[in-house]
């Protein structure tokens, strides 16, 4: 009372000295708000944070704190000269906000002042604030804040690994309905494609509501957080008649219950209403909502959707932690130069393949490929070009788009098949060898055909019971070493398939 008395005094001393010249260069934000929101005057410090204040002719209050709060700041000033004590947060950062009614210009209006608080406020009380702010921001209606805490205790002992937004918004509207012991019918929705989607409902059918196709314009769903409605079924049947929508009609009767008082929470997400829950009284329930239960309805929404607008961030953050995770992964797995499959990459598809293959009973060939003469090649032309070829032969060697090639190393690479005999790999093998020949790359230290030419070595088994993968990549590169040693430009393969 002391603070007020004395932020009271000092105020009016302002305001009958230079008034606003001074709470221009005061160290903390301030704005003079009119009743309906206008922004009248921002000092220094609130145009340096939100820079649109010295630039937009339509300045309002909305544009930096929503409108229920505002209307609940100065609600508090029916009874107090200064309120203060209030914390927001704003741009990341959470205010205390100290409000105070003036007469000035002949007119009401109101002074907000706004401290930073951030760097005083820690991560881990977060909760805790909310739950004090909600204790506060009700301290002047009927209902015990004890309703409250159980209502923030429920959301907040929601798995927070869970990732189903059906379930997530299940929970939340079966949260008010256990506060609400009036509610007896009701309905969990979301807009898909102009499309109203179910996604759970109390009293009504699911199933034949979604059948019937209604349309985000079937209804007059809200543009804003919270709307009261009476006998929402029979106003829409009247609208289904009026429109000659006669079938729609019908299956809405029958997918519904009679309702005689409804309250719709507008479900909002990056400033637009994406869906939104009905709390419903049916016409043969005696109760009915009372004025009380409209204004509770109105913080659960704001509490609803603060909780789904953190949900719907933290999908939005793992969305994009995946995507990233999966091009780091794509990464690891390709050859830099090339664009095909590296060794690392190889030997994971090699280890799957096996083991399928093992069930199978089916034959795996392995493919080893290196490129003659290609340090030679690589001294006299240089690494640029080096490199050019590498690509070159990389794409080349691939015959099919599932094929599975990789860098195994330096010049060397390496290729899996399955389930072919060993003939036909044979042939896949020198028809690669032909696809190198075809790229007519020069090489001049090449003393026949002067073309840049490559060497494989093949090994086929259906043994995959009685070795280990490793060794019949050692039988390929066998074969490739004899392919080199009797002349280059050849394939060489065996087979120990019974």
Request: contains cysteine; aromatic residues 12%; hydrophobic residues 35%.
């Amino acid at each position: 009372m002391q603070f007020k008395n004395w932020f009271s005094k000092k105020i009016n001393h302002l305001l009958h000295g230079k008034t606003f010249k001074i709470l221009d260069n005061m160290p903390i934000g301030v704005l003079d708000v009119s009743l309906k929101g206008e922004i009248f005057f921002a000092n220094r410090i609130m145009v340096k944070e939100f820079p649109f204040l010295e630039y937009s002719k339509n300045r309002l209050i909305y544009d930096i704190i929503d409108r229920t709060f505002w209307r609940f700041l100065v609600d508090q000033l029916k009874n107090d000269e200064v309120v203060s004590n209030y914390q927001k947060k704003i741009n990341k950062r959470i205010y205390q906000l100290t409000i105070k009614k003036i007469n000035s210009r002949n007119t009401i209006s109101y002074l907000l002042f706004f401290t930073d608080r951030t760097k005083e406020i820690e991560y881990e009380c977060k909760i805790q604030e909310i739950m004090t702010d909600l204790e506060l921001s009700v301290q002047k209606r009927t209902r015990s804040t004890e309703i409250f805490k159980k209502l923030l205790l429920k959301i907040t002992s929601i798995d927070s690994k869970i990732n189903n937004e059906k379930y997530y918004l299940t929970q939340l509207f079966n949260f008010g309905v256990d506060l609400i012991n009036k509610v007896d019918a009701g309905s969990v929705y979301l807009f898909e494609d102009g499309k109203v989607k179910f996604i759970y409902t109390l009293g009504h059918s699911k199933s034949i509501l979604n059948q019937s196709n209604i349309s985000v314009l079937d209804f007059e769903f809200p543009t804003r957080r919270l709307r009261y409605v009476k006998n929402i079924t029979k106003q829409t049947s009247e609208k289904f008649d009026r429109e000659n929508k006669i079938k729609k009609m019908n299956d809405y009767q029958k997918g519904v219950i009679p309702i005689k008082e409804t309250i719709i929470i507008g479900l909002e997400h990056n400033n637009r209403i994406i869906g939104g829950m009905t709390y419903e009284i049916s016409e043969v329930n005696e109760k009915e909502f009372s004025e009380e239960d409209q204004e509770f309805f109105g913080v659960l929404a704001n509490v609803f959707n603060s909780y789904y607008s953190n949900f719907k961030f933290g999908q939005e953050q793992e969305l994009i932690l995946n995507e990233e995770k999966a091009l780091l992964k794509n990464e690891l797995m390709i050859d830099d130069l090339t664009g095909i499959s590296n060794k690392k990459h190889f030997y994971e598809i090699l280890e799957k393949q096996w083991n399928i293959s093992k069930l199978k009973k089916e034959n795996l060939s392995i493919i080893m490929i290196d490129i003659d003469f290609f340090k030679l090649f690589n001294d006299y032309y240089g690494h640029v070009k080096g490199d050019f070829v590498l690509k070159e032969v990389a794409k080349a060697l691939k015959l099919r788009e599932d094929d599975v090639i990789a860098r195994y190393g330096g010049e060397e690479f390496i290729a899996l098949f399955n389930g072919l005999p060993h003939d036909s790999v044979m042939e896949i093998s020198e028809r690669i060898r032909e696809n190198i020949e075809l790229l007519n790359i020069e090489n001049y230290k090449v003393e026949n055909n002067r073309k840049l030419t490559i060497s494989l070595g093949v090994a086929t088994t259906n043994k995959l019971n009685q070795m280990e993968a490793i060794e019949l990549i050692k039988k390929a590169d066998k074969n490739l070493y004899i392919s080199k040693r009797t002349g280059r430009n050849k394939v060489t393969g065996t087979s120990d398939i019974n």
